[in-house]
Each structure stands twice: as C-alpha cells, then as structure tokens.
C-alpha cells in the first residue's frame, strides 16, 4: 500500500491548519521568527533610548527640541543662565563650598560655548555676556583679550586683585584656575604683582616702571583704549608703588563717562595714622580721569587720597565710603562737607579711620548739615571727641542703618550726648528710627548702654559682637523698661539677634523671656550643646551659625563680628583651562 509522504503530517483528517488557502506551515514560521524579532529588537531598543536618557552625556538619537530653537531665543536663555550663576553664587555659597568639583570651574557662558559649533556662535555674539575682565590669568591675558573683544561696545566691568595672597594652599587653588598660567617667563605658574597690572605707569619711584597689560615689554594697552565704557573699576592693591602709579596713569585720561563705580584700595598693616607712609609717594594728590566721571554714584577710598579739590565725580554720588586715611592726607572739612552737600541721593556713608581733616575743634566751623537722605551710616576706629564733634555737625534725621566698631577708648559721652540724645533743633534722637544696629566693638559704661538701649524703640535687628562689648550689651536685653507704661522689655521691637562671644545656653534663656525674637544667628564658634541648639531650632522661625574673622585676638576664642570679604573671582571667572582657546573649526 502506497501512502502520499505529504498527507497526514499535521493535523487529523489531512489539514495542515491553514485552511484551502493558506500556505503550508513552513511558509509561516519566518513570520513568526520574525515577528519575535522585531518585538525583540524594539523593546531593546527602548531599553537603549531609556538609558540614554538617564545618562545627560549621551545625546538622545532623535535629536532634542532645543536645536530647533531660534538664535534670539537662545540668546535671551544663555542671558539668564548667566544671570543665574552670578546670583546663585552669593545665595548658596554654603552649599556650593560642599560640593567638591574636580578640576576649574567654568564660567556659564564658556561651558555653554563648548557643547556644539551653534551655540558657541551664539553665545560668543551676546557681547554683554563676556563685559566682566579681572586679568587673573596672568600675562599674556589671552583670556581678557578674548573677552574684552567679545564684549564689543558694552560697558566694562573691571576688577583687578593685585594683592598677594599668604596662604599657599590658595595660591595653588587660585593657579588651577586659570587658563594661561603656564607661562614661560613666569616660574612654578606664579604672576608677580608688576606683571599683574592692567595698565602702564609712570615711572615708580625707588623701584622699575609698572609692566603694562600684555606682559613686560609690550606696548599694547588693553584697558586705557576703552576707558569711555568703564562702567566698574576697582583696584586692590597691597603695595601702594602700584597704586601710585594707576593713578598717574588714571589722571591722564580725560574723561570717564560711563564710569558709575570706583573703588581703590590699599591694604597695609600700618597703624600710624597721623602722617602717610610712604611719605615719597605722598605727592602729588591725582585726579584720576581729570576729575570727571559724571554718572559716578559710588565711590570708595580704602588708604588712597586723591585731589580732593580738582575731583568734580566726588558729587552726586549715593554710596561713599573712605577708609585708613592718614591725618595729613584727608580731605579739607570744607571739602568734605562741599561733598556731602553736592550729593542729595546720598543713601549710605562710611568712615573707617578717615573723614575731614583738622582739628576739630579749631579748624571745622559749627555749622549743622542736615542730611535727610542718608539711611546707612558706618562709623569706625574714631577717636571719641572726632566722633562726638562729626555728628555734632552731621545730622541724619532718616538713618535706618548704623554700624559701629570702635577701639578700646571710653565712649560714654559720645553715646549719651550723640545717639540717645536729639540734636539741636530735632525731635528725635539719631537711633530713634534706627531699624538695624551692628555693634562689633565699643567701650562704655553701664549707664551708657542702658541710655543707648532705651532709644531704640524702633530697632528691629541687632548684631552685638560680645568679644569687643561689655558683657551688658547682652544682658541688658533681658531688662524692662519701668518707666513708660505698659512695661515692656527695652528694645520692644526686636525680633532678629545676631551674637558673637555668647554661648547658646545664654541665648536660649535670653528667648524664654522674649519669645517674640524669632530670628537668630550665631558666630560657628560659639559655645553650643546640642540640646541648645535642638531648642534654639524649635523656639524660632530661622537659626543658622556664621563664620567670621574680624577678630584678630589670638586670646579670644569666639569669633567676632560679620566679615566683609574680598571675593577673589579667580577660579570662578576665568575663561579657562586647556580646551577654551580652540579653532570653531574644531568643534562640532
């Protein structure tokens, strides 16, 4: 019997399950297998999308939205990014010192010109973004070079550090940040302060011409050139050679009238104050840009005299600070107060270790000057009677803000007769409208404080460095004012203390009696138990601890007051580290 191989090999009754039409079963297994394979191959691919997405180095194999953006927008996004960064800066500094960051950091317009040809292109065509010059990368300044073509017509913001910093640590920090720092003539990466310099001098005197910008020996100045769009200039400096020589070079121009910012500022650790050192370098008194500078609105003077006569910018201005001045190169009274009385929007004055020259009590006339629109006033390191004679003669009837930090004089009388008493022909006395009050330093005696305390019926902040205050600064706070009725604590109004030199345990009793501070902050050094702290967190709506080094005192163990810093914007500012300078040809 002869069987057909080709029947019966699938299904009963001789189907192969594909019906009269369908093909045979051999026909359908690639569909299958291929079906499998084509599921297979999606879902690894999926997979593969899915972590290119979670790894941001890997670009996404669809493309992003953002290439199909336009260059306007663009613009306007790299803008506030850096916009961001510099604000960002200063509000999370804290947390940005905890994050540690392997190699420089660059700034938010040169990551952004390294990521692809276009948006280098653009970011390199907003000039606004590449206006900030601070020379730290050091000759050749390839780096401010770039930057100060970059940034085409606008206005300049220049800030130069020619100050040498002690610490080793930070000079190698400060040397992994810059771009050109392995220069030839420069051993071990180090810039010296002459090369430093971004302008030429004059010749020093007792010492070699200042180097100018572009190293030694180069004729092209990078800065003078565009001197009409200075918006921002300041100099640090801690060898007054440079400094003279600047303003040599600043008096030649002729004019600054962009220029809404200057400061000067010489460190030195000299404490004679009663005649300039070096005295060679004491003459002539410059004017720097020919004295005008007429959109000038703040102006500060650390250790630097000028032509206090010949400078017309010193009006109309609304920040003025002069600090360290010798006795003999101060400015007249007469021209102090021709200051004063030319700037009508002044809102904040300081005077450390300077103000009018004379003796007061001979060479300043009697004469009262009202100043209504002061809100911000900080006295420091005046002798009592100077003191005492300067706001006999100065009256700020709308002061909001005052700072005091004062040696180890008695300063009784001052605070009697000049702060908690009204001046002659005023209602008030200086600190009744007084909201804020820092105290880093000042001697009195016990009436003194209580007369003080009594007229700050308005102040709400107060920040007492203990290290450098009698103790009943602090303790008085605790005390009730008996004589108006109702009785209330004195200060009634105070909800934020900062303190230096004052353990949390005296902090937290103070808060048990007056609940109504809700704002603390205390110096990191601090005596603290952690139950007082726990405490101090639970009983206010902000604690923090803060850092400072105003105190000098070896034999002091708190730190003292707030510091004011120098920031040093090398690292963060510099255009570089190898891989910036590169042909756009190059980047894709």
């Keep these: 019997m002869t069987f057909s191989t080709n029947q019966h090999q699938g299904t009963p009754n001789g189907h192969d399950g594909g019906g009269p039409s369908s093909p045979d079963r051999a026909e359908y297994k690639p569909d299958i297998n291929g079906d499998v394979f084509h599921v297979t191959q999606l879902t690894n691919l999926k997979a593969k999308e899915k972590s290119r997405r979670q790894d941001p180095f890997i670009p996404p194999s669809d493309g992003t939205p953002v290439n199909n953006l336009p260059n306007e927008l663009l613009s306007s996004i790299f803008t506030l990014g850096s ?19 392997e190699g420089p950091r660059l700034p938010f317009q040169v990551l952004v010109s390294h990521v692809c040809r276009r948006w280098r292109e653009v970011v390199i065509g907003i000039p606004t973004l590449w206006t900030y010059l601070d020379f730290a990368e050091g000759p050749p300044f390839d780096k401010s070079r770039a930057w100060l073509e ?26 992994d940040g810059s771009e050109d720092q392995a220069d030839s003539s420069s051993e071990n990466g180090l810039v010296t302060p002459q090369d430093r310099v971004a302008m030429p001098g004059g010749p020093m005197p007792g010492g070699p011409p200042l180097a100018p910008l572009g190293g030694k020996g180069h004729k092209l100045n990078l800065i003078l050139p565009h001197s ?20 040599a070079t600043l008096s030649r121009v002729l004019e600054a009238p962009e220029l809404r910012a200057l400061r ?36 500060t003077l650390w250790g630097v005299h000028v032509d206090w006569e010949t400078c017309a910018f010193l009006q109309g201005l609304e920040e003025l600070e002069l600090a360290y001045h010798a006795k003999d190169v101060r400015p007249p009274y007469e021209i102090f107060t021709r200051i004063l009385r030319g700037s009508p929007d002044l809102h904040t004055l300081t005077l450390s270790a300077s103000g009018p020259a004379g003796d007061p009590e001979v060479d300043w006339p009697a004469n009262v000057i009202e100043l209504p629109s002061v809100r911000q006033l900080g006295l420091a390191f005046l002798e009592p009677s100077y003191a005492s004679a300067l706001l006999k003669r100065l009256v700020f009837p709308n002061l909001l803000v005052l700072s005091l930090d ?22 008030h006395s200086l600190c009744h409208n007084l909201v804020d009050l820092k105290l880093s330093g000042m001697q009195c005696s016990t009436t003194a404080v209580n007369r003080f305390y009594d007229a700050l019926s308005n102040l709400v902040s107060l920040d007492i460095n203990c290290n450098h205050l009698r103790s009943q600064f602090f303790s008085s706070l605790g005390a009730m004012n008996l004589v108006d009725e109702p009785h209330e604590f004195i200060i009634p ?82 255009d570089g580290v190898p891989g910036e300078w590169v042909d756009d040809n190059s980047i894709e």
């Design 406 to 427: 004062f040696d180890q004089d008695d300063y009784s009388s001052f605070i009697i007769e000049q702060l908690a008493k009204p001046a002659p022909n005023q209602r």
């Design 493 to 574: 109004k105070l909800t934020t203390l900062t303190t230096s030199g004052i353990s949390g345990e005296r902090v937290c009793h103070l808060l048990t009696q007056r609940p109504k501070i809700k704002h603390v902050r205390m110096d990191s050094e601090a005596e603290m138990r952690e139950e007082d702290e726990a405490w101090l967190r639970a009983h206010t709506e902000s604690f923090d601890f803060f850092d400072n080094s105003d105190d000098e005192d070896d034999d002091i163990a708190s730190v003292g007051s707030e510091e004011i810093l120098i920031v040093d914007l090398t690292d963060e500012e510099g």
């Design 228 to 247: 009409a769009r200075w918006r921002t200039f300041e100099l640090l400096v801690d060898d007054f050679h440079l400094m003279y020589n600047t303003l």
């Design 264 to 299: 000067l500022c010489h460190y030195d650790d000299n404490e004679n104050y009663d005649h300039f050192s070096p005295a060679d370098l004491k003459e002539p008194f410059f004017a720097p840009f020919s004295g005008r500078a007429p959109e000038l609105g703040l102006v």
């Design 83 to 101: 916009e961001a960064e510099k604000s960002g800066y200063d509000d999370n500094a804290e947390e940005e010192e905890e994050v540690e960051v």
């Design 150 to 175: 970059r940034s085409k017509d606008q206005p300049l913001d220049i800030e130069i550090d020619c100050t040498i910093d002690s610490d080793p640590e930070s000079e190698s920090e400060a040397d």
